[in-house]
């Protein structure tokens, strides 16, 4: 007996939803991580699949831009330039570091509408830029709604070493959270195939996860968490919304130092 036939429709749709989901990571990125004589640092701002090397997705001006640095918080919104790749809006910013100390710079982006995950996403990025190689402050809290709370110095880190945090939503740790983790490739690795593009693994009981870093460059770690309260989409239905706790860390390789 002949096996009926699926409308083309349907058999697109099961594609689809066999197909990996490209894991969106909001991008922090600084000119260096670590400045031993102080000075100033460029920092880029783009939404991205960092494994993959792109699409660029577009990305609105933030809603907050800033620096944490000795317990003060300065606005660095007004000085954001646009920089585009590719069509795309990206954005960049300079900031000059005087004084010795952590300076922890973080993004609050516009809401992204993502219409293949019928939700959307907002990402919470951050990223620690020691001053005079100080290694102090690099463990404050920007206070963001969800946030890595460091336990590994996210400076100064070797490859191999493994970074270890803490997922934290309203500022309490959160049991189990799912963690995205990609390095930033410039096209020298390939995959073997899609599981190996993006990393998953969890959080324990106590909200805390650790990760060893194969490879010098930056990686990204991303707690996936669902917001407490929808939005509503482009054709006005309410929607979720993904809330992404991301935290940038580099690895320097030994070979040659």
């Known amino acids: 007996m002949r096996s009926a036939r699926l409308p083309a429709a349907v058999i697109a749709s099961l594609t689809a939803l066999a197909a990996p989901a490209m894991a969106h990571f909001q991008e922090i990125i600084p ?10 640092v460029t920092l880029d701002f783009v939404f991205t699949h960092p494994f993959e090397g792109g699409p660029v997705m577009e ?25 585009p790749i590719d069509g795309k809006s990206t954005w960049t910013v300079d900031y000059e570091l005087a004084e010795p100390g952590a300076a922890i710079f973080y993004v609050e982006p516009q809401p992204y509408w993502e219409p293949a995950e019928g939700k959307y996403i907002v990402h919470y990025s951050k ?22 709370r460091p336990l590994t110095r996210p400076t100064g880190i070797w490859t191999g070493n493994v970074f270890s945090g803490v997922v934290l939503k309203d500022g309490k740790p959160t049991p ?16 073997p195939n899609d599981a190996f593009i993006t990393q998953v693994i969890k959080a324990d009981a106590n909200g805390t996860f650790t990760y060893a870093m194969p490879r010098a460059g930056w990686w990204g770690f991303a707690a996936l968490l669902e917001g407490d309260e929808t939005m509503t989409s482009p054709d ?20 040659g130092n």
């Open 31 to 40: 000119s260096a991580n670590v400045l031993p004589e102080g000075g100033k």
């Open 59 to 83: 990305m609105k001006k933030p809603a907050k831009m800033g620096v944490l640095s000795g317990g003060k918080t300065v606005d660095l919104l007004p000085a954001l330039t646009e920089q």
């Open 127 to 148: 990223v620690v830029v020691d001053s005079y190689a100080s290694g102090e402050g690099w463990d404050e809290l920007v206070g963001l709604p969800v946030e890595i």
């Open 176 to 191: 189990f959270a799912e963690i995205e983790v990609e390095f930033v490739n410039d096209g020298s690795v390939k995959a």
């Open 236 to 255: 006005g239905k309410d929607v979720p919304v993904e809330l992404g706790a991301l935290m940038w860390v580099k690895t320097t390789s030994m070979a």
